[in-house]
Each structure stands twice: as C-alpha cells, then as structure tokens.
C-alpha cells in the first residue's frame, strides 16, 4: 500500500526508500521534496540519475513564457547537483557499482538524507552522504551537504563540481529572458535570472568542511555557474564540503550586501548550526497543529505528519500576494496555479492552527477583486467572478483552449475557466468560516466584506429566471465533478451560491446597523443600497433541489434519469487515474451517472446539520456507488462524510485511501508534485469527520465518530482567539485551554449542550444522532 | 592519436567505438553525426544515457529566442530516442548489464549503427541493433530501424516508446513559440514547431517489421508526441521496428500531403531500400571529390575520408540562403553562425568538385549585401563590410557584448565582430578563385561585381592617410590572429585589402570595356565611374609591410617590437586549448609574441608565389616557433604551408595533426560540434599544399611536395569547367581528362610550362623552384 518505509529514532520520523529506486524517481522526487512555503527543492539525487526532474519552485515566481503558453510557476535554477569523480571515475548510481542507497525524508523536521555506499573500478568503498533542507527559520536559506568517506581510510583524490544551474525549464519551455552570473571573493556565485516582471537570485557559497582542497574554480557556462574543486580526503579518509544558498526574488527587496553577509554568515555557522535553529522552528509548527491519534499504525502516522509536513511546506506564510497552488512548491504539475480547493480543502487546517496566515490567503483573493471583476464584465456578469486557475495577479489563468485533439487536430475548449462558477462561492464559504472562527473584525472591514459583496452580486447576475418554475435557477455550468459538463442546477452550486448571496446579505444588514463609516464607504464603492433588493430577491426565489421521494438529492437537472456506467468497478480499481476517459469519450462520460468526485457528498461536508443523518447516508452510499474517485479529493471528502455519519467500515476505508494519494506504491501518481488539497483533506476528514468538530453560530459542535482501534485523538485548534486542546477517547471529549480565556464558548457535544469557560469534560452518548438544522437558505 | 578505431569491410569503411565510452559521449555525438547538408543529427545513443546532448540541426532554422540573446541555430525536436522495456525492467547501457557495445560511423555511406549486448536480470541475454542515416537522396528524409534479438530465442514481450521530442533546447533556452502535435491515422505523429519567422514540422511512422504488435498507442505530452507499442517477439526471439521521418521548414513549402506521401512511400519500401538508394548518390559524391592516397595509413586514410563525410554533411547543396556554419550541422557551438574560413577553408573544395554549390555560397553573401551595406554605414564606412558572424539574413549576428565577467560583473566587448574587417577580402578572395577557375560570367553579372565593388569600397572607406609616412593604412583592427586585438596595418589584412581592390579595379575596368550593359547598370547603382580614382589612390597608397631586413614581414606595425612569451612550449602542448588565457589577461596576451594562428602563413598560403621559397620558408618557421594553434585552422594551415615550401618534417607533423582535429583521444573538445573548416583545411593542404595545384591567371600550377613515404596521390578536379583527373607520384604528374575538354589549359609543373588538351604526363625537375612574382599588389 505504501511504498515507502517509515522509521522514527532519535526524535526523526523517517519516510524511507531503502534501494536505488529509478522508476519511483519523479514521484519520490516530489514526495520528499524540501519546502517552507517560499521555495520547494524537489529531492533529486545530488549525482545525476537517467530519469530525473530536478526542480525548484519558489512562492510567487511566475512567468509567462509565450503568447500561446499560459503563467506558470517558473523551475528555478538547480542547487542540488554535485558532480563527483573519484579515481578518474565519474561516479553516479547507474554508472558505478552501487551496494547500497538510501534516501530519507524526515517529516519532522523535512530534512532529506541520502547516502550510497559505492565500490569503485579499484575494489575501493566509498560512501557518500547528501543532506539538505529548506530554512524554515530564514525562508531565503537553502542548506545542502556532501560528505564523502573511504572505507579504506587514508588520502585519496576527488573532484567535486556543484553550482547554480539556470538551464532548466518548464519541460522544454524556458523562462528566464537572461541570466547573468557572477562570482563575489573568489567564493560566492550568483545568478541573476531575469523574468518578465521578476527576477531570480540565486547566491551560493561552498565550504570545504573536511580533506584539503588543491585546487578551485568557478567555471561559467551558458545560464549557469559552477564551482570545481579538487579535494584531498583527510587521514581518515574523509572529506565533506557544505553548500548554502540563498534564493531570492526581485520583489522581495533584499540587497546585494544583505544576501552575501546572510551566506556568509550561515556559512560561518555551518549546516548543523543551521538545522539545529530549523528544526527548533519546525518544532513549533508541528506544536500549533499537533494531532496525536493513538491506536494508529506507524505508517498511517507517517502519513499524518506527511500531510502536515507537506502544508506547511505549502503555505505562503510570508506574505498576502500569493496562495496555495494545488502542487505546492513541489512540481510543474497544474503550472503553479491556486484553484478552489485551497479555500475549501487546506483552508481549515489553517484557520484552525494558524488563523493570521489563513487570513493571507484570504487577502490574496482580496488583491484578485479587479481581476474577478474584469472576468465577470467580460462574460457579461456583474460583481466578481473569481479565476478558475489563478497564479499572481488574481486575473483568470485557464486557457481557452487546450492542446489539440492529436487526432482531429481540433482544440479542446477547456470549459473549466468558462463554467466552473462555483469557486466564487467557494471563497466566500472559507471567508464566512474565518470571520466565526476568528472574529477578526478588522479583516471584514477592510477585505472581508468587499468580497462577499461583489461574489454575492455575481450570482445575483448569473442566475436565469425560469417562467415555468417560477424560480432562479444557475444554468449550463460544471460542478466540481468535472465529469459532468454544461449541466443545469447543479445542487452544490445552487446551495452555495445561496450561502454567498445570505451570508453577504446578512452581512450588509449587521453593517448597516452596527458599522455605518464601513457601510458608508462600501455603499458608495458598490451601491450596496440596490443590491438588497437583488439578493433578498434570489434568495426568495433560487431554485434549491431537494431529497427525491428516494431520499436522493438530485446532483442536477438530468443527472439522476441517466444511465448508469455499468463496469463502473473497473475503473474504481484501475491504478491509472482517469482510465475511463480511454474507454469513452468525454461526451459519453457527461451521459452517464458516472462521477469523478461527488458534489453532493462535498455539499454535505460543508453543511453537516442540512439534512438528517439519515439521508446523508443514503446520499453518500448512492453517489460513491457512481464515483470512479478519479480526482485526489474525492477519497479524503468521502472519508469525511462517512465519518460524520458513523459510516465507520466505509469512513476507514476511504481515509486509508486519502492518507497515501501521494506515498502509495503507484509510480505513475504525483510526479509533478504532491496533491496539495488532498492533504489538506486528511486533516479535515480527521477534525471534521472523526473527531466531528463543527463551529457555526457561536456553537462548537463535537460529534466524534472515531475507528475502534482508536483509543483516542488530541489535538490543539483556536477558536475565537481561544488555542484550545482536545482529548478525545471512545466515551469522554476533554477540552482544555492553556490560557485563561476571554469570553465563553457554547459547545454542543453529541446533542448536548456545554459551556466552555477554560476547562471541560464531557462523556455525551456518543450514538445520539444531533440536532439538524438546515444552514445553507436560512 | 585517433581515439576510434578503424574497419574496412563490405565497401564499408568504419569508424568504430568499441565499449560503451561516456567521457566522449559529447565528442562522438558531434563526430559520427549524419548529416546531408540539410539535416544533422547528433549521434546520440537512442537508449538514455546519464551524459548525453540529443540534437538535429536543419540548414537555415535559426531563431532569436530573448532580445539578450543571439540567433543562433535551433536544437529541432530528438527524433532518436528510444525507451525500452524488456520484463518490466527499462533498459539503459547504464542502468543494465552491458556485455559489449559498439557504436560506428560508416565514412561512406554516413550510416550510423550502434549495437549492444544486454544480460538482464533474468539470466536473458538480449541484442539491441540500431541503425540510422539522414538521406542524401530525399534530404527531408531521416530513417532509422532499431532490431531486438533474444538469445534463447522464443517469445518475449517488449514495450518500445519512441516519438518527437521538441522539449529539447539550446543549452536550456527553449525556440518553439508553440509546438502542435498531431497523429494522422493512428499512424502518423507529426509536430510543427514554431519559430519567430519559420517553422519546423516533423513527420514520424514506425513500422513494425518483425514480432507481434500486441498494442500501440500514441501519447501527448507537453511539446512531444510519442508512440508507445508493446510487441511479442517471434520465434526466433527477434522484433524490430523502423522509424521513418521527415523533416521540413515553412519555408521549404511542402504540402502537408507531400510530407504524408512520402512518409508513406518511404515506409512502404522500407529501410533497406532507402539505405541503398542513399548509398549509391553518397557514392556519387565520393567519385566527385575523390581523393587517394597510395602510402597513406588506413587511419589517415579514415581521416581524411571524415573531413570530406563532413563536408558533404555540412554543405547547404539545396539551397544559396544558407552557408556552412562553423560546426556544421553538428552541434550548438559558435551558434551555428557562418564565419570568414567557410569561404576560405571550405569553399576551395567545393570550387574546385561542385562548382556550382560553391556559386551558391557566394550567393548567399550576395543575398547578405544590404545587411553588409548598413553594417558598413553604421561604422561610417561606404560599400559593403561583411558580417564577421553570419546566420541567415546576412545581418551581423556577433553580440556586441560577451557574458559578464564573473569576477568584475562587466560585460567584455566583443571586438570580431567591429574590427575583425578581413572577412570582407575574404569574401572577394574566394569569389575572385571562383571567376578564374569557373569562367562563370553569368555569375559575375548577377552577383559577383556588385560584391567585389561594394567590398572594395569598404576597404577604400576605412583605410586611414598618414601624413608622415604619406601612406594609407588600416588601423585598430584585428587580424585572423585573435590573440593580438586593436592593431594597425596587420600585414593580412592590409595585403587581403589591396587585393580585394585592385580585383574590383580590374573587374570595373574590364565591364567598362566589354560589358558596357553591365556597368551601365552598376555604374548607376553605386557610381562606379567615381570610384576609379578613390581605388587608384589605394592602391598606389597602401601600406604593405614587406620582408624586414631578418626576411621577415611585420605581422603588423607593433609585433616585431613585442617580448617574447617564455613558456610558449606549455601551451602548445596543453590539451585544453586557449590554456595560456588560463595564466595570462588577455591584455598581457596582446602584449607579447604569441599567436592563436599564424596571419602571415595564411597569407603566403593565398599568395603562394608573392615572396621567394626562402622567405617564405623564414617567415612560416618564425612565425611558427610564435604560435600556440589555439586555433583548430592553425594546423592545416601550416601543414599546407610547408608543404608548399618542402618542409616536409614539418609539414607531416602538422598534417598528422590536423587530420585528428575532431578525432583525437580528447575528449573535451568538438563536443559542441566538428570543426567545419579545419576538415575543408585537410582537403586544402593535400591539394594545394602536398601536390602543389594552384591555379591563376589561366594557368594551372603544380608543384607537388609530397612525404616520402606516399607513392602516389589521385584526385579529380574541375577547372575552368573540365573535369580533370590527376595523378602524382613522386617524379611524375599526369592529367587526365574524362572527357573531350573544349579549350587547351596552360599548366606550369615543377616550373616547366605545357599546353594541357586532355592527356599529359610531365616528369619536371621536382626540386627546382617554381617562378615566383607578387600577385598581390601587381
């Protein structure tokens, strides 16, 4: 199930691939990838291997290469390469006669370790050792070692080569317009590489830690920049060179002196210095989000830390201009782009831990207002239709059109970016969640509300008056099961464009009253004072599906009167994702009952209390039996919905599924990077689903629904500006705050109703069903 | 010596690698490249390799991809490539066990065949046969078959991917604007790459010609298309696959239809079929340009062979758009731009086997006038100053900064291409040979004196008056010798200017009299009638340096006067060329006696009757002990120096030299590509320098040198439109005509003079000295 081996010693917890491993290269390559939310180095070998994509992605480095490509996440020069040659030998795990190979990512502290044990041409054995990682503690800092040890002993020759290497591309497409490079004191080298309004900098500065060095160099090449050195082993037969670099954009205003004291400093302080300082600051990251569940196997522990690991290393904890891509920093996978399953997938995971940072993302979509207001304009909307696929700027990044069809020669319209509404509501969702969660008044006043306003309005434009139904309906548009295209009433998009328009409603009314400077200056921007009308108007009158006389929330207008996909299991079992699509094409695929991922089954993750559980379950066993669960998220959304309906066989199953998306044995899976919202999907199905943690008007609801193994889960989430500590076992949810805490908070535990002053212990019955209430149309 | 091994066999003639070498992977890519003056293609394994650069050049695909960077020639789409997996495990000389491996160039034929012996993991042992050439019957046509034999015979199943691969660029800067791929029924993959101002397309089949197509399939990737078929063996254990392709430009003007058919027809009739068919128009070639040596080694002989597969590979045969660039077709160096020895090392050969593909080399300058004009008005000069780097539109391509330095972060000027002025004699040279030897009016009229005046009245333009010396001289210039920069009256040049005036003088004056039409029409366009006195004045003013009283003439005004570099033994005999910039700035370079190349032995080679033996003998032995060869046109052009002079000891050691330019045991060099001109050098010193041809004024000279050991030499050459047959052995020369020739030809040899009607044999006094007189100046 899971390809790799897991080990924990020494306060590490090591994710392991113990042999040389080519075929799982690029997977292996994201999967262990070192990042800290500002660049993401992919764990390539440091000696060149066949089948290798080295890469390295930085937060907010995005460029345009041609008119006919789209904004990308640029792969950034190499740091990770070393040449070596030993004995006039030029030693790599293909070419020379390798014992043994191990590499090794530490979830803890996202440190990678790879070490080879070698005989060379002569007998001789030599092992070599490659650490590295990304600086939590100075984001700019990447830290890399080499260490090289004769069995033998003794002096011996080696040559190593490492620099920048600015030669890489965005398979095959190259992005940096010029790439100048220079060398500071005979030590430092540097590359400046120049985007179309950015530039990359890359300075880097080896130090030789062990053996003698006989000679140096740097060497220049076409975009890249080397060091060559000459070492002499010491008379242990060692030598060991360490290699920092600091890596930086335009943007972020660091000058010249500023990068070279930081290099020179860090090299003065060493690569263990360095790591210890790291890990000190990864420490306390994974303190915020701790999340113990006892009774689980060492690898579904691993694949816990995995997914914690992974969104922090995916997190723009720097700055408020950019998001979460859905690769992260780890591959070219979707071009860097940030799509809806940031706000609704990792979102909550940060709101819960890291509120200030979960605001960022917010303000990041709060930057992109004009570009949603110029795509709403252009599509004849009003407010703001926000991107699809976003990068930078916030403006739409889909293409129109997709590579050819190679065999008609016909260009695939990509209707994503045209239809796929529902991301707009979807903003808003995450952004009603943070102003309960938070209550963080000054973010509504000065982003919040602008938001929800301008979406609201845009789903006040789009929807369509049907005379025959007396109703607003929302037409001709994709859900988030993208296997059904160009639907009508789509019940996820229905039901969350009404949650945008009342929350935004509900949210005018409170200003009008409580904030009239706030409404004041709104109203004038957007003439708050007619949309009432509107939206008290849509809400009256959308059109919002309900059960069937089956129980059965219909997905849309036609869904439930097609024809099943009747081998349906085959392709639920296929390893390669979207094997359906070389069965059938798209056209038949959208006449099918035949699902991706299931959008009611979401629905009712977002809005537990709806329906009763009774008709969630019955909602969520007739839509997964027509799911292919082709896409990352579905696993984690159904894990979740079966978890929050006591669905236990069903909820382990598919959490076992969700927990190793990314580390399974499917070689083909994540080779251009992890599955960023799917991870985020593991935390949410864990908080959300097992532990059954709902907070909404004031109320923190816990309803836990854990696996028997499971003895219990702690956790630490803030709400209301409260960190407050959860112990849940079979029968008893403890909640603790460390603090003393400011005001009390209402909690709902299995039906029952506490209140939270500091301290509280509750043994509810847990089979109680809850009370249900239906949020979403008032 | 020579690194490769050499095999005669089947009216093959082999040049061999015998184990898998990847230190030279680079250099035997370049070295065994097919190539037909259209197309080339590096000869890159088609298993991956861990150091590999896969390229194929096309004659006149070049693009600027960044406004800092240079035209340079496109790396086109790999069609070489091919996966293959056997047993589940992927097969790689690297990554399997390899027992044997054999890769070689047939120096005939310009087929390419790589054979390996494989033992997989099983125990199986498994042979991989691929063979591969560009045609010189259909230039658009690239053929390869790749053959698999199990050694225990029987069925095995074996999975091959191989398509069009346009990820690959030049050096990590991509050229297709876009790139669309295609499959026309599901037999077909085609890609059309877009360039700023063409387009590359390719049109691949495979064909499966032994063993069971159990599935294929065609695969879409991010600028590449692949088909990926899985085939049980027969038998015998034996599959194969052919792989034809065709290769066009947008402005080659092939329907899409054309392409299709003749994909098809060539898929049809199959390899074996289209090798023979290339075969015999390479054997054409051969008995064109023959050239034997009776006494030479067999690995000499091979050399020499290389130098004229190469010319036929890097000759634009098709096309007067294009010229020879200085790798050829072979590789990314020197940008695949066209420089001053394309005209005076390669033309020679061409001249004097395919006069008519000559004609077109110099059309291509012709078509580069008015990029010459504004070059020479940008500078402040009139007429026409020749590009010292040329690409396609005859622009001056030369940057006119190099990268920065990486020590001082300043951009290095590059001089060549402001003051390296003599590729504009050059140019008039090679065209003045081409009039001699040619007869061809025609071309004179269309193209050659509106060349010849516009050159002429660039050199007028920019010689400069001194009033001490009431002389004209040219100053702050570079001479072919780089090592010594912003020099004045640099002997080459100054006596290249005369002579490209006193050409045009001679021209103009004869149009005037005899071809009043044509100078009518050239007198209008470029006011001929007032050029007369400004080229009169030159020439009776030109300083030419003559013979010191040591018999030495002054490389230029300030040489003589400079000391001496001590160790110039060290440089001469580094392997790394240009190791002396290693010690010395370039600065102290210019300040000293030491030379790249010799200008004045250049110069006694062009004018091999200006001064007497022994002067020249003088000058080639001082300036010899003078210089490092840094350049790879410095051997030839020394062999053929004293050759010309009877140095024989000197001249065979030089010869040894620089028939293993390209083939030599370093690995480090013509990685990037072959070295055009110093093959078009072999051809000129076994001509012009060990048998003595020399031709002007309507006469023929010869005056053979040749080593001791030789017995005879045999060639063909065409003068003054007869096909001439030569053969010399060391006291006798006799001239053979194939057919009736139309006019008598006055032939001096050994300085006895006769009239040549189609058959002679003279046996001169070999030792007497040939008349001398200065044709330089008159």
């Not at 089948?51 to 290469?65: H, P, T, V």
Request: glycine share 6%.
């Amino acid at each position: 199930m899971i390809h790799y081996d897991t080990e924990k010693q020494n306060g590490r917890f090591w994710l392991k691939e113990n042999e040389f491993c080519p075929r799982f290269e690029l997977k292996t390559e994201s999967v262990f990838a070192q990042c800290n939310g500002y660049m993401g180095v992919r764990a390539a070998h440091p000696l060149s291997v066949l089948e290798e994509n080295r890469g390295m992605f930085l937060c907010g480095a995005f460029d345009r290469a041609y008119e006919d490509e789209v904004t990308e996440l640029v792969n950034c020069p190499d740091l990770t390469w070393f040449g070596l040659e030993i004995e006039g030998e030029a030693i790599h795990p293909e070419g020379t006669k390798l014992l043994s190979c191990t590499r090794k990512l530490d979830l803890f502290s996202g440190e990678l370790q790879i070490s080879y044990l070698f005989e060379l041409k002569s007998g001789t054995k030599v092992q070599i050792i490659n650490r590295r990682f990304a600086s939590k503690d100075d984001i700019h800092l990447f830290a890399q070692d080499l260490q090289i040890k004769f069995s033998d002993g003794g002096r011996h020759e080696i040559s190593i080569k490492t620099g920048i290497n600015g030669q890489r591309t965005n398979s095959g497409v190259s992005h940096f317009r010029k790439a100048d490079c220079r060398v500071y004191e005979r030590r430092q080298m540097e590359m400046r590489g120049e985007l179309s309004d950015n530039a990359v900098t890359v300075l880097s500065e080896c130090s030789f830690r062990k053996g003698d060095v006989l000679s140096t160099d740097f060497v220049l090449g076409r975009r890249c920049i080397h060091e060559s050195a000459v070492l002499c082993t010491d008379e242990d037969g060692e030598a060991a060179v360490e290699k920092i670099t600091y890596v930086c954009q335009s943007e972020d205003g660091v000058s010249q002196e500023s990068r070279k004291t930081a290099v020179t400093r860090a090299v003065r302080e060493g690569y263990d210095h360095l790591f210890r300082v790291h890990a000190a600051s990864m420490n306390e990251y994974r303190d915020t989000c701790s999340l113990r569940i006892d009774g689980i196997s060492e690898e579904e522990e691993a694949a816990v830390c995995f997914a914690q690991y992974h969104i922090q290393g995916m997190t723009p904890w720097h700055t408020n201009r950019s998001s979460i891509a859905a690769k992260g920093l780890t591959g070219e996978g979707y071009k860097g782009h940030v799509f809806w399953d940031t706000e609704l997938f990792i979102f909550p995971s940060l709101l819960f831990t890291y509120p200030k940072t979960a605001r960022k993302l917010l303000e990041f979509r709060y930057y992109g207002l004009d570009g949603a207001r110029n795509k709403a304009r252009s599509y004849g909307f009003s407010g703001a239709m926000f991107p699809w696929e976003a990068a930078k700027s916030g403006e739409e990044e889909t293409p129109l059109y997709a590579a050819l069809n190679i065999y008609t020669g016909k260009a695939n319209k990509v209707w994503s970016g045209i239809k796929e509404y529902h991301v707009t509501a979807d903003i808003v969702y995450a952004l009603n969640q943070y102003y309960e969660v938070t209550e963080d008044q000054d973010f509504m006043d000065r982003y919040g509300y602008e938001i929800a306003f301008e979406a609201a309005q845009f789903w006040a434009s789009c929807a369509k008056w049907d005379e025959d139904h007396k109703k607003y309906g929302i037409y001709d548009i994709i859900g988030p099961d993208e296997y059904t295209e160009h639907i009508d009433n789509n019940a996820y998009t229905n039901y969350m464009a009404a949650y945008c328009v009342k929350t935004a409603k509900k949210y005018a009314e409170n200003i009008r009253q409580e904030r009239p400077d706030v409404y004041k200056r709104l109203d004038q921007m957007l003439n708050l004072h007619e949309r009432f009308d509107t939206w008290k108007e849509f809400l009256e009158l959308i059109y919002l599906p309900v059960p069937d006389n089956q129980g059965i929330i219909p997905q849309d207008d036609t869904f439930l009167s097609k024809p099943l996909l009747k081998n349906i299991e085959k392709y639920k079992k296929s390893q390669v994702k979207q094997a359906v699509l070389l069965d059938y094409s798209r056209d038949e695929i959208v006449d099918m009952q035949v699902l991706k991922q299931a959008d009611v089954v979401m629905l009712l993750n977002l809005f537990p209390h709806m329906i009763s559980e009774d008709l969630v379950r019955k909602n969520v066993l007739f839509y997964e039996s027509r799911t292919i669960h082709d896409s990352s998220l579905s696993y984690c959304a159904h894990a979740q919905a079966c978890a929050a309906i006591g669905a236990m066989d069903l909820a382990e199953d598919f959490f076992a599924k969700s927990l190793v998306i990314d580390i399974d044995d499917n070689p083909y899976d994540s080779t251009d990077g992890i599955h960023s919202a799917s991870l985020g999907g593991v935390w949410n199905c864990l908080i959300f689903g097992f532990a059954g943690i709902h907070y909404e008007g004031g109320i923190l609801y816990v309803q836990p629904h854990m696996p028997e193994s499971w003895k219990s889960m702690e956790f630490k989430l803030e709400i209301a500006g409260e960190p407050i500590r959860f112990y849940i076992t079979s029968d008893k949810v403890s909640l603790l705050s460390e603090t003393d805490i400011s005001h009390p908070i209402n909690v709902n535990i299995g039906g029952q109703e506490y209140v939270f002053t500091g301290r509280l212990e509750a043994e509810p019955d847990m089979e109680r069903e809850s009370s249900r209430f239906n949020v979403a149309v008032s």
